[in-house]
């Protein structure tokens, strides 16, 4: 399993004079759909695609649901969701009402298994054509 990078230039700017330096860019080979995600999950065990489907779609409302109501969702082997939210800052703390505070994100926190599991891909430099 190897993944594919390519090479573009930054300038650094952390020094007295501005360098180019060249990083390693990941690159995506394409997507996988949930129908195709669904299809391989079900061909590795003895779930059938239309299972695969309604529990990730299930597992999606509920992540929702908990999330809204201030838990972090600990999927064991995969890793935590939490919510952040933003508001604009207040001179008053009385100004910053509930309805000021808005969901900006849902975090995703990998979990130590899958992070160990992430470290032995590989990389090779996708050619240029």
């Known amino acids: 399993m190897s993944h594919h990078y390519v090479v573009r230039p930054k300038i650094d700017k952390s020094g007295a004079e501005e360098k180019i330096r060249y990083y390693g860019v990941p690159v995506t080979t394409g997507l996988i759909t949930t ?3 669904a299809e391989r999950i079900a061909s590795h065990c003895s779930l059938s695609k239309g299972d695969v489907l309604a529990a990730v779609s299930e597992l999606t409302h509920q992540i929702v649901q908990c999330v809204g109501m201030g838990f972090t ?3 064991r082997e995969l890793g935590q969701f939490n919510l952040s939210a933003t508001s604009e800052g207040f001179e008053n703390a009385a100004d910053c009402t509930p309805s000021r505070v808005k969901p900006n994100r ?3 926190k990998m979990s130590n298994l899958l992070r160990n599991k992430i470290k032995h891909i590989k990389f090779e ?3 240029t054509l």
């Open 35 to 37: 129908d195709e995600l």
């Open 106 to 108: 849902l975090c995703f």
């Open 125 to 127: 430099r996708k050619p």
């Open 73 to 75: 969702v600990d999927l």
